[in-house]
Each structure stands twice: as structure tokens, then as C-alpha cells.
């Protein structure tokens, strides 16, 4: 078997630009390609020492930083199986996955520490270890990959169809699934951004998104190092700095979700910030409310859009900048190398402008959930397309739009009610930052639209506002009869609402 996998890109790397620099993390320290490599080769050898071989799974539990990428890799030239866990999952979900996963090895951040003691008894993971040094009783991934012996053999020979990843769902219903990854699912995505984004190798991407989520890696982490350009890692989001670090670093490349942009668009610094190097600002998890488009595009800024979700790797469709607002409300085109279908109930194609479920096929597409059968088979269609579970529709110039989510659909008096729809326009209004539209059960009409809003300080928003505002925009069938203010939405951590949990709260 030859070798196609990502296990072969840090050696790659390494000869083809191994004094550039692939990293920069902390207060400004570097690390060049051909030190990438070199330190992923070592823990890739404390994998190994651990009893780590092909088709084994690796977790890793911790915030961005170069030993992320240094185990994923590591992992991926053993033709082990990287397993990203979501560092805000509390301790039985952590449990879950590392259970589910069949993890052999945990490696983890300091800061996790009382969560993995809850979790990995019960997960039944042979070894744990500690990124840094740890101690003398317990050596760190540091410390343990100082010593170890590289294997002078090169990779496991993988090919595109072998599993790379396993990605959880979000788990807004019942427990999170495993989305298992190829690297060939990981390789085309990765092409597909640097074709439709057009990531080139003088590139400088902050990284203010976890890695841990699909979007960060696969479409953020995973092009710049195909393309040998530069990452700048932060271990979190914090406005004013990600302001700093675009000025002091010269970044290119920023992915973000609306609140991202819109927190970094109300700080202080941001009138100040030299801007001058940005150039590519991608944004996911919802539409771009024209209030954040005014703001960037007085800067000289505009935005890709897209949509995707985790089984895709996650890419499915971009918005180019220069068609933000000519197709303001849709996210794109497919990207180059997927397509994307709308059907109606029965399967068949729905006619242009129709509103049907989503449909999504291509390399980037994932070939199943780990150790779920009967959810694999109904996630495909018998052709072979992925059901997505979303609703939208293709206009005339093949351009997608989203109406929301099957389950979100609200059917009032025989009426169906797509959220989307009215969370877009209420995205305009004036004082309001984020809004989710769910149905609430009504005795006369079967369920009716209210809207969970968060507002500016000061804002006089209540339902009069809302309805006064959207009638004459919509059927006045869909206008929310109620609107409720909450400090902060639920969210995923690729910033989607956890519409789940407001049904769950506000659901009477």
C-alpha cells in the first residue's frame, strides 16, 4: 500500500520548507516547519512506546497549541485514529467519547486534570498523559518525547479510505455520535479551501477557533500547513487581543462566527487596529447580519460565507466575498470538489427555488459513524448521498439558501415555518445581536414561532418592536407571538444554537 494519508505532510513539510515558519503561539515563540516535524516525529514515538498501532485511537484533550497538531499528526504516521476532544464537555461526555472511541491513549492539558480523574475510570483508557513535563512519577508528553527513539521506518502506510479522525457531534440530542474521518476526507477538504479561499503560502492565519472543532481543523489548520503558510495558535478568543495579534503579525486569514466578528467590531481598539493585511475572512455557523457587513466592509473588509457540518469535514458550500451582498442570505456555491442537492419528501429532486432537504456528496464526505450501523444507513441515501437533516433550496444561479433544520421546522395551522427565515431579519433590527426562532406548542394552531433574542445594553426591544418590525417582511402567519431577552444563546462550539436546550426551557 502506498502512502497517501496526512501522516506524510510533516515529512513533506520538512523538505520542502523547512525554515518557514508553521507556528506561533504563546508570547510570540515559533516553531519552523522542520521543527514541526521534527517534534511531531518524537511524539509519534512516545505513541508508539505506548503501544499505539494502526486502527488505534488517540485522544486529546486540550486547548490550541503546537502539541495538538504534534499528536494529530503523530498519530496519523502511526495510522492511529486522532480523536478531538471538546474541552468543555464535562466529565461523563469525556468519559462517553473516550469509551466510545475505544481510546488507547489520553493525552491532556494540566487544567483538565479533575475531569479526566472523573471520567477515564469509567472510560477504561490504558494510558494517560499529561502534555509538558509532568513529574518524575508521571512524565509529561515533554518530558517522554526528549527520550524517545524515532522510527527511522517512516510512516504506516495508510491509504485515503483508512480512518483519520473521529470527530463528536455536538450531541444537541441524545449522545454525541463519532463522525469517523478518512484522510482522504481530511485531503480534499483541505484542497477544496485552498481552491475556493485561495490559501496560498505566504498566508499568516490567526487561529482563535478551538481545534478541536471540525471547521477550525479541517478547513482552517489542515490548508495552511497543505500549503506550508503560518499559523498564529491562541488558546482562546479574546477580542482585543485577536485586534493586537492581527496588527503585530500581520495576518491574512481570520474564520470566525458572527459574534466572533461583532465583539471584535464593538471593542475599543478596533477604530485603531491596522487592518491593512487582512484579506480573507471566512464566516460559519449563521448568516452575517448586514450590521457586521457595514462595519467590516467601512474597513476596506468583506466575507466568505459557507455551510457545512461535521460529516462533511465540514465544508459544503462557500459565499465569495465579491457576492456577499448580491447573494446576501445564501451560503454559496458548492465547494469545487462536493455537490449539494435539494429533494423533496418522497427523495425526488425539488424543483429550483423549492425548499427541500439538503443533500451533500463528494471526497469530504464521511463514510460513517464509528460503531453505528443502523445511523450510518440512515444518514445516506441509496445512491449514496449524505442527508444532512437540513432544509434550504437552490435558486435559479445554483446559489444555496437554508431554512433551517427538519426538526426546527414549525408547522402552524398547516403552515410550515422555517426559522432561518425570521432569524435573518431579525438580525437587522436594531439592538438585536443574536436571535433563534423555535415553536412552542399553541392549542389553536398546533405550535407558533417565538423568538429567544440577546440585546445591546439599552435596547427597547419587546414583541410589539419585534412584530412591528417584520410585518410586511413576512407572512404575518410566521410573526413570533412572543419574544423573550436572555443574556447569552446556547451554543456549540462551532457557535450554533442549541435550539435543543431553548425548547427544553422555553418550550410550555
Not at 461 to 474: F, I, K, T
Amino acid at each position: 500500500m502506498h502512502q497517501h494519508g496526512i501522516g506524510v505532510w510533516m515529512a513533506k513539510r520538512r523538505l520542502k520548507s523547512p525554515d518557514k515558519v508553521a507556528l506561533v503561539h504563546g508570547e510570540g515563540s515559533t516553531l519552523t516547519y522542520a521543527q514541526l516535524a521534527d517534534a511531531t516525529d518524537r511524539v509519534a514515538a512516545v505513541l508508539r512506546d505506548q503501544g499505539v498501532g494502526k486502527g488505534d485511537a488517540v485522544a486529546y484533550l486540550g486547548e490550541n497549541s503546537p502539541e495538538f497538531l504534534q499528536v494529530m499528526f503523530g498519530a496519523a504516521q502511526l495510522g492511529a485514529v486522532f480523536v478531538p476532544v471538546n474541552t468543555r464537555l464535562a466529565a461523563p461526555e469525556i468519559a462517553h467519547v473516550l469509551d466510545d472511541s475505544g481510546a488507547r491513549v489520553l493525552i491532556h492539558d494540566p487544567e483538565f486534570a479533575p475531569r479526566v480523574a472523573a471520567a477515564v475510570p469509567a472510560a477504561r483508557t490504558p494510558h494517560v498523559v499529561v502534555t509538558g513535563d509532568g513529574d518524575a512519577d508521571r512524565p509529561g508528553l515533554a518530558r517522554l518525547a526528549r527520550t524517545a527513539a524515532t522510527d527511522a521506518a517512516g510512516p504506516v502506510a495508510t491509504d485515503h479510505g483508512d480512518p483519520a479522525a473521529i470527530v463528536y457531534t455536538s450531541g444537541t440530542t441524545g449522545r454525541a455520535k463519532g463522525a469517523v474521518l478518512t484522510h482522504g476526507n481530511l485531503t480534499w477538504v483541505a484542497i477544496n479551501c485552498v481552491v475556493d479561499y485561495d490559501v496560498v503560502s505566504t498566508d499568516v492565519a490567526l487561529m482563535i477557533s478551538p481545534l478541536f472543532h471540525v471547521a477550525s481543523l479541517g478547513m482552517g489548520a489542515l490548508p495552511v500547513i497543505l500549503k506550508g503558510a503560518t499559523m498564529v495558535l491562541e488558546k482562546g478568543f479574546e477580542p482585543g487581543r485577536a485586534l493586537a495579534q492581527i496588527e503585530r503579525h500581520g495576518v491574512t486569514m481570520l474564520s470566525g462566527v458572527p459574534t466572533t466578528y461583532q465583539l471584535m467590531a464593538d471593542h475599543p481598539s478596533w477604530t485603531s487596529t491596522d487592518l491593512s493585511t487582512l484579506a480573507k475572512l471566512t464566516c460559519g455557523g449563521s448568516a452575517v447580519p448586514p450590521r457586521i457587513l457595514n462595519a467590516y466592509e467601512a474597513r476596506g473588509l468583506s466575507f466568505s460565507q459557507g455551510y457545512g457540518m461535521t460529516e462533511a469535514s465540514p465544508g459544503a458550500t462557500s459565499l465569495p466575498p465579491h457576492m456577499t451582498r448580491a447573494k446576501q442570505g445564501s451560503v454559496g456555491l458548492p465547494h469545487f470538489f462536493t455537490e449539494v442537492r435539494i429533494t423533496d419528501v418522497s427523495g425526488e429532486p425539488a424543483p429550483t427555488g423549492s425548499v427541500g432537504e439538503i443533500e451533500i456528496a463528494g471526497p469530504n464526505v464521511f463514510p460513517g459513524y464509528h460503531g453505528l450501523p443502523e445511523a450510518t444507513a440512515d444518514a445516506f441515501t441509496p445512491d449514496g448521498w449524505f442527508r444532512s437533516g437540513d432544509l434550504g433550496y437552490l435558486d435559479s444561479d445554483g446559489y444555496l439558501h437554508i431554512s433551517g433544520r427538519l426538526k426546527d421546522m414549525i408547522i402552524s395551522g398547516g403552515e410550515n415555518i422555517y426559522p432561518a427565515e425570521i432569524e435573518q431579519l431579525l438580525g437587522e433590527l436594531e439592538g438585536v445581536t443574536a436571535a433563534a426562532v423555535i415553536g412552542v406548542p399553541d392549542e389553536r394552531w398546533g405550535e407558533v414561532p417565538w423568538a429567544i433574542v440577546t440585546v445591546r445594553d439599552g435596547a427597547a426591544v419587546d414583541v410589539e418592536a419585534v412584530r412591528a418590525y417584520l410585518d410586511g417582511r413576512l407572512a404575518r402567519y410566521k410573526l413570533p407571538k412572543n419574544v423573550i431577552i436572555v443574556d447569552e444563546l446556547p451554543r456549540t462550539a462551532s457557535g450554533k444554537v442549541r435550539k435543543a436546550d431553548l425548547r427544553a426551557r422555553f418550550g410550555v
